[in-house]
């Protein structure tokens, strides 16, 4: 557990990179398994910070993102900023009201 926060902090610095492709930031996100995360709070960070650094991204191109994370891995606190975040697809948002 303490690994999978190291790598997302590490995570959320690198997504800020405007030079960072979505596929390598896909890669780097799926570099960790699945059970060695028990909160996507850091992982949710980290696609909120690359959604900021690169907002010319297609809607698909948002979907394939977000499908890295699981909703219903988010505390409470994340979840409130997922429903408010506009720069999520509607999709992923509807996803964690219904995780809430």
Do not use: W
């Amino acid at each position: 557990m303490r690994v999978a926060r190291l790598v997302d902090s590490y995570f959320t610095e690198v997504s800020k990179d405007r030079n960072l492709s979505l596929t390598k930031f896909q890669v780097l996100a799926e570099a960790l398994p699945e059970s060695a995360r028990t909160c996507d709070d850091g992982l949710y960070r980290a696609i909120d910070s690359y959604l900021k650094a690169h907002p010319s991204l297609t809607k698909h191109e948002r979907k394939c993102l977000c499908r890295v994370m699981d909703c219903q891995k988010l505390s409470i606190d994340a979840c409130m900023h997922a429903t408010q975040n506009e720069r999520l697809p509607l999709r992923v948002v509807v996803q964690v009201l219904f995780s809430e």
